[in-house]
């Protein structure tokens, strides 16, 4: 018994979960342990009906792959789903000698001007 997956109290079959009706075996779609009509597997944004190995989950809620893209990965990275604390994150590493060293080289001016 799981209590994720919404069961009828006297029998029946599942129900879905997004349209929250009954579903049965030959319209039945299982994906990361929910249980959805075929029909109803589809798109939030662009509404095309998913194949369980062209979606990506997001919060519960199911993306094709170009929309999820899109939507999360607009700015290079996933700002619209995790929240950045400033000063959490360690700095990019200079990919060169010559900007290893400017880089040295702020931190020391940085350091001066506040001492």
């Known amino acids: ?55 990506a989950m997001m919060s519960g809620d199911l993306y094709c792959k170009d929309c999820f893209k899109k939507k999360f990965k607009a700015r290079g990275k996933y700002d619209d789903i995790t929240a950045v604390v400033p000063g959490t994150q360690e700095k990019p590493k200079p990919s060169s000698k010559a900007e290893a060293k400017s880089v040295v080289k702020e931190e020391m001016k940085k350091a001066q001007m506040s001492a």
Do not use: N
Request: with cysteine; hydrophobic share 35%; glycine share 4%.
């Open 1 to 55: 018994w799981r209590p994720d997956i919404i069961m009828p109290k006297f029998g029946g079959a599942p129900k879905c979960r997004v349209c929250k009706k009954s579903v049965y075996a030959m319209e039945l779609m299982k994906y990361d342990d929910q249980i959805y009509h075929k029909t109803c597997f589809r798109c939030l944004e662009c509404k095309k009906v998913l194949l369980p190995k062209s979606v």
